[in-house]
């Protein structure tokens, strides 16, 4: 999320409210699009030419936010491919432009109508030349304004909630069909995930795996229970076999996700609740499979099962992205997050009892209302305290229809950016000396694919670091051993010296 593009789907970059330093994967949020002009190509797309029969349908899908969207998008992308559409990364091009939306702060949201405006153009264009182009946004933007994107950009076609895209192929053909507007925000009875093609598009060594959705923490800043609805886990059968199906395509990496995965609690094979731990120990027992990773967790559902599961499994990698937002009891207690300071640091110990390498990463806020100078002093303490291997960092931005929006005691923009400032300082300390830390350090380093120089592979380390090495393209998909021999601002480089 940051520096540089990340894998599929996923745009993102260092906008002055958010700082984000690997990729998706460290945390996830992938929002504040300064970075990424809306003409640069979306990474969204397969190189082009191969794929395409000449009458292909062409869909243009450009995903904000955080890693569920990568997921959602790549399951509207295969649903779409069954339907004819091939993907492209000119919206010129498409028949069919999707947007899958964020909420989670104004600035995300915003970007979509900006966005917006440019495919209006580019669809009136089109129109000139007798083509049509079916507008859709989706994802969290959709679920939370509906009707009102339709109002304030008419040249949409389809609102789609985060709970309906399963219904896409059917609500393309009213479309075509003559209907207009269409507006799906429901949340389903049927089960969404069921309702999904097999996974048929998976073609990198990682892949995301939504097995929990929608939260019930209500914390007081985030629109995500409304936006992603109740917390719902997957029954465990039908993530083994999803899980099953991507490492027969060559994924050796996967990362769960949900929005509070650490709260997983699907039906297991004895139709008894199973937690992530439980599902963690049938996951890790396919053949092929090389690393689970998930995220991201809430503090309060950290099980002693999940945390002796980083002790006990090795397939687990030592790598926890663990939010803790604000370092005053009070202001946590303002957000509701139902843990203080010492509670998380207490668990945090814990945590390294059990596994004394892993790295930790969090999500934080400043300028919640009411945070005073002196809590904001705490919380760079928490930081300073809990040595972070990587932090994400935002202003708090207000949001319609949350508890904190209409809170007294907002604070200026001015004193949110200084004190973002301030924090991303520290966070950037403790991250170089994280990597700095590892020079000299024999890692294992699953290659994903050829970096940008010649002869170059890029992988990732088990903390989750980017590591470039020259090493044979034959290596890709393989855990081999990495000397660390620099650490540079957003990745570690080293020489390859042996396998296993
Ligand atoms: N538990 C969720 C959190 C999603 S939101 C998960 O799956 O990751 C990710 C982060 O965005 C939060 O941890 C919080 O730090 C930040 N965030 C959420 N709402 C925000 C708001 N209104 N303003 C600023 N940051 C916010
Ligand atoms: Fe939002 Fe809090 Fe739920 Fe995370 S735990 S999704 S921050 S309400
Ligand atoms: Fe954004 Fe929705 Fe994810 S609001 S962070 S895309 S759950």
Redesign the pocket.
């Known amino acids: 999320m940051q520096q540089q593009k990340v894998r599929r789907g996923a745009n993102c970059g260092t906008g002055p409210d958010a700082r984000e330093t690997l990729d998706s994967r460290k945390g996830i949020l992938l929002d504040d699009l300064d970075r990424m002009p809306f003409e640069e190509a979306s990474p969204q797309a397969e190189p082009d030419g191969h794929a395409a029969a000449p009458a292909a349908k062409r869909v243009f899908i450009k995903t904000f936010g955080c890693q569920m969207n990568v997921y959602d998008s790549e399951r509207m992308s295969e649903m779409l491919a069954a339907e004819g559409y091939v993907e492209t990364d000119a919206p010129d091009e498409a028949d069919l432009a999707i947007l899958n939306t964020c909420h989670i702060r104004e600035k995300a949201a915003e970007k979509v109508y900006s966005d917006l405006g440019r495919l209006r153009d580019i669809k009136s264009a089109r129109a000139e030349g007798g083509k049509e182009t079916l507008i859709t946004v989706a994802g969290c933007v959709a679920q939370a304004e509906g009707e009102e994107i339709v109002r304030r950009a008419p040249a949409v076609d389809l609102v789609l909630g985060s709970q309906s895209y399963h219904r896409l192929p059917e609500l393309l053909s009213r479309l075509r069909g003559g209907e207009t507007a269409l507006v799906e925000t429901a949340f389903p009875d049927e089960d969404k995930f069921q309702a999904l093609p097999e996974r048929a598009s998976a073609k990198a060594v990682t892949a995301f795996l939504t097995v929990q959705e929608g939260?019930d923490?209500?914390?007081t800043f985030?629109v995500?229970?409304y936006t992603r609805g109740m917390e719902y886990s997957r029954p465990v059968a039908a993530l083994v076999d999803e899980a099953r199906r991507l490492v027969q395509r060559g994924v050796r990496d996967i990362t769960l996700l949900g929005?509070?995965v650490n709260g997983y609690h699907g039906e297991g094979p004895d139709g008894a609740p199973t937690t992530l731990a439980g599902l963690i120990g049938q996951l890790a027992g396919i053949e092929g499979l090389l690393r689970i990773r998930y995220t991201?967790s809430?503090p309060r559902d950290m099980s002693e099962a999940l945390i002796e599961a980083h002790a006990r499994e090795d397939k687990l990698m030592p790598y926890l992205h663990l939010?803790f937002q604000a370092g005053a009891d009070r202001v946590l207690a303002a957000m509701n997050r139902k843990h203080t300071a010492a509670d998380y640091l207490a668990l945090i110990a814990r945590i390294r009892r059990a596994r004394p390498d892993i790295a930790l990463s969090t999500d934080i806020i400043v300028g919640f209302p009411g945070e005073s100078d002196a809590d904001f002093e705490a919380t760079l303490a928490l930081v300073r305290e809990a040595e972070f291997a990587h932090a994400f960092s935002f202003k708090y931005s207000p949001r319609p229809g949350t508890p904190a929006a209409t809170m007294d005691g907002q604070v200026p923009e001015e004193v949110k950016r200084e004190r973002l400032e301030r924090l991303q300082e520290v966070i950037d300390a403790g991250y170089r000396r994280f990597n700095g830390a590892c020079v000299g350090k024999r890692l294992p380093v699953l290659f994903e694919k050829a970096g940008r120089h010649a002869g170059q592979l890029v992988g990732r380390s088990p903390y989750l670091q980017l590591v470039h090495a020259d090493a044979d393209p034959a290596l890709i998909g393989r855990v081999i051993d990495v000397e660390i021999r620099a650490a540079g601002a957003n990745s570690l480089s080293g020489a390859i010296c042996g396998q296993s």
């Open positions: 939260c923490k209500f914390c985030c995500v229970p929005q509070n991201t809430h939010p």
